[in-house]
């Protein structure tokens, strides 16, 4: 299971050309043998809504369990759904990449800019988004969704310096380098680390799902499927 994050989707048509969010890797992981699913959850709306399309999305599949392996937000609409919505019983493993656990500055500048935004469209697109993420509120969603025993959790974590970033993600690096140290363009290194860190990469925030050039991402998919089934998962 691939579970995009923030503004994320499953595939993308533009024009006549369809793009997947995790692009090249379900192909890459099929020829591998894999089952791949790659669900769409709302893009920007509170990790519980998307979490609870998640959790719904896995229950009408007819494996008895599923590895899962979220991007950014992803993850975290991952861990709710495990601990908050019982579905701890389908999932084998969670691995999260770049995944911000203790939430991002990013977060923290948009929920105070878009407050107002946020308030007037509310009734018309889910938004939350922006305010989940910040670094206060995922400290109380870190209380409240613990690991669940039985499951295995692991961690990718992912910096890149300015020259390996995409130049649309130099600023946003800029910021967070001055004020959270080493980072991927979106998400403070330091907020990446969960469970086990079973990798740490040299790539931005979307080199990690095949979005930027010069780094493997289709081979960075294919080791941590290497490495489940090794583990029996």
């Known amino acids: 299971m691939l579970a995009h994050g923030f503004l994320g ?10 793009h997947a969010y995790f692009r090249g890797i379900e192909t890459r992981l099929v020829q591998m043998g894999a089952k791949v699913y790659t669900p769409r959850v709302p893009p920007a709306a509170s990790i519980a809504t998307r979490a609870g399309r998640l959790a719904e999305l896995i229950r009408a599949l007819p494996d008895a369990r599923v590895n899962i392996v979220a991007h950014s937000m992803g993850g975290l609409d991952a861990r709710y759904a495990i601990s908050q919505l019982g579905l701890s019983d389908k999932v084998a493993s969670l691995t ?15 929920s105070k800019l878009l407050a107002r935004f946020v308030r007037m469209l509310g009734r ?5 988004a922006f305010v989940d993420l910040t670094t206060a509120q995922m400290a109380q969603f870190n209380r409240l969704n613990q690991n669940v ?8 974590v992912a910096r890149s310096g300015k020259l390996r970033t995409h130049p649309l993600l130099w600023a946003t690096h800029v910021y967070l380098s001055k004020h959270a140290g080493p980072n991927d363009g979106v998400v403070p290194a330091a907020s990446q680390p969960w469970g086990e860190v079973v990798r740490e ?7 990690q799902i095949g979005w930027t050039r010069g780094f493997d991402a289709e081979g960075l998919y294919e080791e941590l499927l290497q490495d489940l089934r090794g583990r029996g998962l």
């Open 9 to 18: 989707f499953d595939e993308l048509a533009i024009g006549s050309q369809r």
């Open 96 to 110: 999260t990449i770049a995944t911000p656990h203790l939430g991002t500055p990013l977060a923290d500048i948009s």
């Open 124 to 128: 018309l697109i889910d938004l939350r």
């Open 149 to 156: 025993p039985g499951i295995s959790y692991g961690s990718v």
């Open 201 to 207: 990469i040299d790539a931005d925030h979307w080199a």
